[in-house]
């Protein structure tokens, strides 16, 4: 049994990893760090009782050092870097949801996030935790950093292609609430989100160096967020004009064996329910002759395979489970 | 490994106990019968792809009882009658999760359904799988009738209380939509359900005869089904004026021990957040001494804790698996 | 061309009644006055750029005296006192849209909201706004207090049946989020909120008093309101054990000539949608042989039948206009 | 008065049509066309009761002629040609908000709805209906096509801008479900649809014509329709390329008069929630200067600003009334 601790306990990501791993036959779960120290977890969370009896308690790296083999962890952007560097000096194995160890630029991070980088040691270090690219390197890693949601959906498609594409692509995305996490504010306050579609942080959103980065800096990625009246999911609607000829079901033939990555025939398209609470990232395209565009539409759900889907793949890479543990399941529909 | 073969594979219930099925260690499905014969489960529906690879088949008794040691179906009140007569022949245990034998009384049940029963002497043998009632019965069941979601969440809460109550207890209980199925209708189509509530079938729903047999037919049920604008959960609230003092937190203690009833402390009460994706039935409670009355609240999935999750929950007791196998998360939330 | 005012003009009623007024052809908005003083209301509220050019204000009775012929508010439990107070003072027709002076017994205002009742002077001249039954008064009044909204569902369907009817009626009501208004909590952030549905203030909500007030006070209601994953509507289930034989469809002959109650033929029943973003409350109802018991379910819009529409009729009535002035839309479906 | 007709006034368009015109002063609803003739409006529609005493009736070109000065219509394509000629023939004027008179070569027209146009010569005579740019040529004439939903969400941000851009244009757009009208479908079936989001008809959808057409064939569009979870509202997302310099603060100067459309400063975007309900066309805008892509927003409600609203502007164009007549009202919010 890995014994695993989690950071953020009650947080969107942390809740959604430790559902995940309570049905993961080699995981016991040993810490659950949150604010509200000293309650139950259930007491905190409800949903959690008869599932997980476990007390939340503080931050404390040498603690969690000896009672976990691996640390989970979810925080806003900076927040993370100094919990994953204690973490790292206790010798733990860091699993980290949240962006401070995504992004191998130090200056772009600060840039986007607005936050200096003060363990850039680390950022050498962090194996970037997408597992169709880096599955080798995450098996040795002791720092991984979980990618982004909206960049897994954009990066997934985008990556087999990068030779045909230069310029840029459009990536227009949508995702659900749940996305923007538990923090109160207006504009997510049930009566206004609801039937409710926006924009936002339109060419400032903190994901483009990440999706950038990890698309080679072959081309730039105009990425447009948007929010809709829906608790999960992000469909992305990519819009690229390949130079020459590409044969787009060939370049993506490298999916075939990948345990969650659906690529369907040209011209299907996925749909947010075919994932749906799963780890699946969905893949259809379809060129338009007309226009010379290549459209390509990809669809995760943004808390299992956007984040803590991809985190639990990270971790059965790297303790040597079959990838599909406690992710077995496909897209609840309805 | 249990050989598992499903009936309306891809209607509501059946799908949702394929995706369950899926994720049980001691699980092989090795039949889905649909009308769409002869094409791949995945075509149908796309999120199973790469997550069961199987072929639809049409009904045949006999191949099903040769490749499977039970078989699941769901289908609509009456259809389900000669299906299971014929596997009951073939000498394959059955779990239905259809309604076609849960009403001990053949009367009440054409009464209800409008159709005749022409299979009674199976609904002598059959168990109704209220596991935390009929537990011992089920372990030795050649046939079960999984009990209807609405019943699950009003006869759980009431059953403790039986013998405090009389005359006519009210049942107002608002479901999502999938629990009324695949079949498309004017009023289910998106844009009026959206946005929209209503009660229906107001006095004549063929649940109450079902939910009277099981609270021992001691006092009427006032059934008021609703259905509003979300996908799942059943949310039950029940009023009833007690006979003299009840204690109804010792009364719940029955419960204590169950996997997936969780009683909530005197005043707290469920949502369906709580049990979102789960095989929980939550309850909780107040007396209001101004008018005498007691009132509580249940809560449920109803395809999962209602309906596949239950039928999975009677498998797991059938065959002596741990009952949480498959069923070990806890209400998604969000 | 009356001269308004409205007070908490940017809160969920304040906006509603803004919008409503624009297309009366007999209202100019003189005032409005919020806590975002010096911005312009479209400012605050972009919907209304192009609508409505007006600045909001501090709370100044002597100023809203000399340009308001009426002034409308909506606060919340006590807080709208001292304001109707000092407008009443300065002279001022006012059209309360919060709870303040419904109930008549200050003793029971006070137990429900928690908040001394300091101008009990001003109960006795309130008119309680429910058109149908208090039409003349509202003619003259120079106080009304618009009915809640739960209330207004509840007292139209039961009221013409008061005589037959005792003991303990049940409402169970499920209500749109924005019935809880503006303010932000963790329980009506989008993503805890949708897909979601609870109960909640059982036997204390202080709607009770208001409803059983206004139907003499006859029988007890058991009041269990509910909020469910939408926005606007509240449907109501009302079961009640009638005394006797009781001609239901002669009791509400009564609505007949009501411009905005519109009773169904026995069986038939209302839908939010049919009432979405309209003035009317829908009534339909059955009796059940079985039980003894009659079912009604009520259907409004609970910012227009449910608030502002109805303060609008009031005015309309207060200063002579046909009622269904700016309310003459039916329901938006969809 | 003028004498109204509405053709499908059942339909999604032709009921909100309907719903507005009852509040339009100058308005009498004389005739209204239906499959369900014979029965009240009301019984088909409930949400019409005490609102419009009106029966259905089957279609009689030379009957309506006799008692409308004016019929709406709303019909699938090619199916309003014959309706159209017939009262163009019987010489009523004709507003159809249906797709056949909006595209000039009717080689288009065959191409994308696949039917042939057999009335090219009503083509001619046909004004498109987009208020902002055709209003002289309304004041006269006998049939207005009002333009598309999709359309008027791209044309009215894009046409300012026409001479600025070249090649293609990216207009990823979003649509609430209403938009694919009350026709069942397995995908819009609510349990499917709720918490979805899927893109389709890539590349081949009817709307692309139009909007070349009405930007001036200047550029290609690359026009990709979603449809998201919710009843109501498009944003559309239109990403370009300027040439040169653009001011498009100056360009949109155009606007500043128009009643119904609302330019945002640079940076801030329009939501659905401010134009829901309402006649608005919302325009936001930034331009990235990273990627040199100017991103424009725009939001209207289709079943309005996109459809029965656009076309009562066009009424009140066509009959000398203030055009904001029976429209005055913002954004419902929430």
Redesign the interface.
């Known amino acids: 049994m890995i014994r695993v601790g989690v950071i953020a306990a009650v947080g969107?990501a942390g809740?959604?990893l430790l559902?995940?791993a309570?049905?993961h036959?080699e995981i016991k779960i040993t810490a659950a760090v949150e604010l509200e120290a000293g309650k139950k977890l259930a007491d905190a969370?409800?949903?959690?009782?008869?599932?997980?009896d476990i007390e939340l308690e503080t931050f404390d790296p040498d603690s969690l050092a000896k009672k976990c083999d691996v640390v989970f962890l979810a925080l806003h952007g900076g927040k993370g870097i100094p919990i994953v560097a204690a973490l790292r000096s206790a010798g733990v194995r860091v699993i980290d949801m949240g962006p401070d160890f995504r992004i191998k630029d130090s200056q772009l991070f600060q840039k986007y996030y607005g936050v200096e980088h003060t363990a850039t040691e680390l950022l050498k270090e962090a194996v970037y935790g997408l597992v169709p690219y880096y599955r080798e390197s995450i098996r040795e890693a002791q720092l991984v950093a979980v990618p982004g949601c909206y960049p897994i959906s954009v990066i997934l498609p985008l990556r087999p292609l990068n030779e045909f594409l230069e310029g840029?692509v459009?990536a227009?995305c949508?995702s659900?609430?749940?996305g923007a996490g538990?923090a109160?504010?207006?504009p997510?306050?049930?009566?206004?989100?609801?039937?409710?579609?926006?924009?936002?942080k339109?060419?400032i959103h903190q994901h483009i160096p990440e999706i950038e980065q990890e698309t080679g800096n072959r081309f730039?990625v105009?990425f447009?967020p948007?929010v809709?009246?829906?608790?999960?999911?992000i469909?992305s609607?990519i819009?690229a004009?390949p130079k020459g000829d590409v044969d787009v079901a060939k370049a993506y033939n490298r999916y075939g064996q990948e345990?969650?990555v659906?690529v369907?025939a040209e011209?299907k398209?996925?749909?947010?329910?075919?994932?749906?609470?799963?780890n699946?990232c969905?893949i259809g395209w379809?060129m338009?002759?007309?226009?010379?565009?290549l459209?390509i539409?990809s669809a995760i759900d943004n808390?299992l395979g956007g984040t803590a889907g991809m985190a639990m793949q990270c971790f059965n890479v790297m303790f040597g489970f079959d990838e599909r543990t406690a992710l077995?399941?496909?897209?609840?529909?309805?």
């Open positions: 969107y809740r959604e559902r995940l309570v049905s036959p969370m409800p949903s959690f009782a008869k599932v997980l840029v459009i227009d949508i659900g609430v749940s538990r109160l504010s207006e997510l306050h049930y009566p206004e989100m609801n039937e409710n579609v926006r924009a936002y339109l060419g730039m105009q447009t948007h809709g009246p829906y608790t999960r999911g469909l609607t819009t004009r345990p969650f659906r369907y011209g398209l996925p749909e947010l329910r075919f994932v749906r609470a799963s699946f969905d379809a338009d002759r007309r226009t010379g565009n459209i539409v808390l077995r399941f496909g897209g609840m529909v309805p």
